[in-house]
């Protein structure tokens, strides 16, 4: 763990009689892990049907397992090549992908320990009327 300190401009006291003073305003410590974001998930999100890549589609993380409502640790946009990379700490996580004209997939449980790269590929599945595929991988 990592402290930073940080001190604001002080207050300067002074009263006729008195000895002046000084004061600081407010002192904070943060407290951060060392190598932070040194893992991250990778990978490549591509059309079930076509085995094209897919780009332009969105990835939100959530802290914990089975956890998709709530505060995100993490999002990005799919790159256009279809390929994505987020930085994470270590710990466990739920990954939901999504794109327009595409049924949303999630990996519901994953975990990732200090300095890895996690590779998880991705197949979406076009969404349509009255139809539905089941994709297993």
Do not use: M
């Amino acid at each position: 763990w990592t402290v930073i300190s940080v001190i604001i401009p002080f207050i300067k006291f002074v009263k006729t009689g008195f000895k002046e003073g000084t004061e600081n305003i407010l002192n904070i410590s943060l407290v951060t892990p060392t190598g932070a974001h040194t893992s991250k998930i990778a990978g490549t999100v591509r059309d079930a049907l076509t085995s094209n890549s897919l780009g332009g589609g969105e990835l939100k993380i959530w802290k914990g397992w089975n956890v998709h409502t709530g505060y995100t640790v993490a999002e990005t946009v799919i790159d256009n090549d279809g390929t994505y990379t987020l930085p994470l700490f270590a710990g466990y996580y739920t990954a939901e992908f999504s794109k327009e004209g595409y049924a949303a997939t999630s990996i519901n449980n994953f975990v990732i320990s200090s300095d890895e790269t996690l590779s998880r590929d991705i197949i979406l599945v076009p969404a349509s009327d009255n139809k539905y595929r089941v994709t297993l991988q």
